[in-house]
């Protein structure tokens, strides 16, 4: 059974104490300690929290794997497992893994990412329903989700109630995708990845989906690509789509353009960034758990972020392999790559994965314990029940697992290899091709002591192309695992790596850097001691900027014996920059063909998938994207997402892309928000009650707006000196967005307050965005300030907030700016203007400031 915290009182700390002692485990890193504190520190639901620094963390992991260990034959030690683990120096246990080895305080689930199916139900009403519900108890112990909605009607069809005919796909999208915003309130963030075949009669309405302004926002959309819509794209024949999809004798079919098609979602992917393209026969062919499909091994869907396609009610584990540390002298002329202790590592990655998948069971076990416990009738039980049950004989029957790496673009940068270039992508091409062959063969040892996962069978997969490239490598690997079995059906991925790439202090996954150096600015009072001015603006204010390097780019600074505290002006950091192996090797400057070559080189020694995003500056074409996609599939890619610099937002408004006269009077603001904004603090009172506004702001005008009440145990009350800051867009292991404020301390140091969308109640937060829409598309502040006024709310609260977002605004109104439509309480007079935040009558001069 898992560890118990022992008997007694147990030591806890402060939220200071911790975030203090981290910041010096990660050298003054505030964003890193308060990620760090905030999603992993062991913690009650009290909020105590039971560990000091990510040591303690990694020494709880350590016992709790060291424990499975000692289950098997020559087991790993605790201290050898704990000093492959600490500092994210080698190995990265990830998300959920992290949280919750161990943790006696939480009853979740080690799993990263979960898919569920409808298998043997069809599309009926209570199959549908049953998903809603699996999808909630998943999301609610920590897991992202995907299903395929390919088994779902199309529209029009034929039913046995009083519909008479089917709705299709589209409002069974906006159900699943409202229970995941529904499961993401309150703290807990749900991911959802919705996928449906380009066989199906609907894909066409399934693509346009999110491209109606405020639907099925609370969902990634891919759609799986067959190879013979493709080879119709290709040669601009007709494709049939049918339902069931790919029947021999379907109930419905229809013949289309597919180039017409392929157009669409080539526009909508330039436009907005979705749907996501999955290569479906390509992951099919290539899987080796396939191999398995008529025992319920079949491949349905993936996870949210696309780099595990899985089973129905098969679920994996990530952990991360940090290829950074991998480097010897990073950085020097003699730079070289530790390929021995890296095969070791993976080895014992593989292992600890392994081991990892036993407590995941055991957590699986407390998980129908409880709801065997739960008050409920049995029946209410029942679908919760029995999923879990499911996950478990998946687990148990296959072990998958998915070991991955991150600190691609650091490793490349270390070994003086340009992202992107021709040397670098056959390095890179070795060192997953290591990976492959290693981990696998780790799993064939670990067979030979603990068992091959239970229905293995060489006969199946002796035809599987995965199967065979590690034949063609290593003939030898091939034999053994004839000899002894596998211990786990399938083992590799690269996800994104989120915040674990933010505690390894390396660029993430297989990405390239976003930037090696960037400046920030922030507002200063020209009156404060010592406080430097690099320039005052037109309006008087004075700024101070500085100087934010990435680590890595940093720590290759440090090695030639450039000063890293210099305030360097902008020609100095170019050529800084161009001197350095970060150089034409950003995100945005790597060759994006390269890159999806890259990706398909890669994805041949990758047995599940590769999360990663070609990144698009904002003129490229249309034409490029089909291209990219193209080619991605031609490559080998098992899925691709495009992204276009400016894509996500500002697009999704109407058909007509004719701006009116209006709207070529309104602020221009980019269309895609920065990741970080210069940031006001407003402080009011509302009722006797505190309250606090962020305020975004682009050239010192409203962009966005976060408010509630400033309260201790939610967190939001700041130093009253605090005034300004910034807020960062990031984002969640999951991939979800979050917006965090961070301010630096009178010591210097940077504080971070993560997730303001989740400290705020959540019915302020739906209307905080509906307010900042508008204020990202230019609309005047006082329109803005009139529009929340005339909104008509029925809770006495949520009038307080409106209040409050519409007085924290006003501030912003230029001086002399008339207020239309509205009266003098005293004299009744029209001729009111904004005045310093407050409304002033011309004509008899009393002023409103409430």
Request: hydrophobic share 35%.
């Amino acid at each position: 059974m898992p560890t118990k915290i022992a008997q007694g009182p147990q030591k806890t700390y402060s939220q200071e104490e911790a975030f203090n002692a981290s910041l010096e485990y990660f050298k003054g890193d505030d964003l890193a300690a308060r990620v760090w504190v905030n999603k992993y520190a062991l913690k009650d639901s009290q909020g105590n929290i039971y560990e000091l620094t990510p040591d303690d963390m990694h020494h709880r992991i350590a016992k709790e794997i060291s424990r499975i260990e000692q289950k098997y034959p020559n087991p790993l030690k605790e201290e050898q497992i704990f000093d492959l683990i600490k500092n994210f120096k080698y190995i990265v246990p990830q998300g959920s893994p992290m949280a919750g080895i161990g943790n006696p305080f939480q009853i979740a689930s080690l799993s990263n990412c979960f898919v569920i199916g409808n298998e043997g139900q069809s599309d009926s009403y209570g199959g549908i329903m049953k998903i809603d519900q699996e999808q909630v108890q998943l999301m609610k112990r920590r897991g992202g989700v995907g299903h395929d909605l390919s088994h779902i009607r199309p529209k029009g069809s034929p039913v046995k109630n009083s519909a008479l005919t089917s709705t299709g796909l589209v409002p069974f999208m906006e159900r699943y995708s409202n229970t995941t915003r529904e499961v993401a309130q309150d703290g807990r963030r749900g991911a959802l990845m919705l996928s449906v075949s380009i066989n199906h009669p609907d894909a066409e309405d399934f693509i346009d989906a999110k491209m109606v302004q405020g639907k099925v926002t609370g969902a990634n959309v891919s759609v799986r690509m067959d190879d013979d819509f493709m080879t119709a794209v290709e040669s601009g024949l007709a494709y049939t789509q049918k339902f069931p999809i790919h029947s021999p004798n379907p109930k419905v079919s229809k013949t289309i353009d597919a180039q017409k098609l392929w157009s669409k979602i080539v526009h909508n992917a330039w436009q907005s960034a979705e749907p996501g393209i999955l290569f479906w026969d390509t992951i099919i062919k290539e899987s080796v758990p396939d191999c398995y499909s008529d025992l319920g091994y079949n491949t349905v869907s993936t996870n949210p972020c696309g780099e595990i396609p899985l089973c129905p009610y098969d679920s994996c584990r990530l952990l991360a392999i940090n290829l950074f540390s991998y480097v010897n002298q990073p950085f020097t002329d003699n730079a070289s790559f530790d390929f021995k202790l890296f095969k070791e590592h993976i080895a014992a990655a593989q292992r600890i994965m392994d081991d990892i998948i036993d407590l995941e069971l055991e957590k699986v076990d407390v998980i129908l314990k409880k709801i065997k416990a739960d008050p409920e009738l049995d029946e209410t039980k029942a679908v919760e029940y029995n999923l879990w049950t499911n996950i478990k004989e998946k687990a148990e029957q296959g072990r998958r697992t998915g070991i991955g790496i991150t600190a691609e673009g650091d490793m490349l940068a270390a070994l003086g290899l340009r992202y992107g270039s021709e040397e670098a992508n056959q390095f890179s091409i070795e060192v997953h091709k290591t990976i492959a062959l290693e981990a696998y063969r780790a799993s064939i040892h670990t067979a030979k002591d603990r068992g091959a996962f239970q229905i293995f069978d060489a006969e199946r997969e002796k035809n599987n192309p995965f199967i065979l490239r590690l034949k063609e490598a290593d003939e030898k690997l091939y034999y053994e695992m004839l000899e002894y079995g596998r211990r786990n059906i399938a083992l590799l991925t690269i996800a994104p790596t989120g915040t674990t790439s933010l505690m390894t202090q390396t660029t993430s996954g297989i990405e390239p850097v976003f930037l090696p150096v960037y400046k920030r600015r922030r507002k200063v009072n020209p009156n404060d001691k010592n406080v430097r001015i690099d320039f005052v603006d037109e309006v008087g204010d004075s700024w101070e900027e500085y100087l934010v390097f990435h680590h890595k780019f940093k720590q290759w600074m440090s090695v030639k014996g450039i000063d890293t505290e210099k305030n360097y002006s902008q020609e100095e950091l170019q050529k800084i920059v161009e001197s350095s192996p970060y150089f034409k090797a950003t995100s945005n400057d790597v060759d994006w063909l390269s890159k999806v070559r890259l990706q398909g080189a890669v994805q041949k020694w990758v047995d599940h998938s590769i999360s990663v995003t070609i990144n698009l500056p904002n003129d490229v074409s249309e034409e490029l994207v089909g291209k990219l996609y193209l080619e991605a599939w031609k490559a080998g890619c098992k899925g691709v997402t495009v992204y276009r610099d400016g894509s996500r937002s500002g697009v999704l408004i109407s058909n007509d892309q004719k701006k009116s006269e209006n709207e070529e009077s309104l602020t221009h603001f980019p269309t895609k928000r920065p990741q970080i904004l210069e940031a006001d603090v407003v402080r009011l009172q509302n009722n006797k009650e505190k309250w606090i506004a962020f305020i975004g702001l682009i050239n010192d005008q409203p962009y966005e707006i976060f408010t509630g009440m400033a309260d201790d145990e939610d967190g939001i009350l700041i130093p009253r000196w605090v005034n300004n800051g910034l807020i960062i867009k990031s984002r969640n292991e999951d991939g979800s967005s979050r917006y965090d404020f961070q301010y630096k301390n009178k010591r210097g140091y940077k504080t971070t307050i993560e997730g303001l969308s989740h400290k705020f109640n959540p019915e302020y937060w739906n209307y905080a965005k509906l307010i900042s829409s508008t204020l990202r598309h230019g609309m005047p502040i006082e329109k803005v300030v009139d529009l929340i006024n005339s909104l008509q709310l029925d809770s006495e609260s949520i009038n307080t907030w409106k209040n409050g977002v519409a007085r924290s605004l006003k501030r912003y109104v230029a001086d002399g700016t008339e207020a239309k439509g509205q009266k003098c309480d005293s004299c009744n007079s029209k001729n009111l203007i904004y005045q310093e935040g407050c409304l002033t009558c011309k004509d008899c001069g009393s002023s409103k400031c409430g």
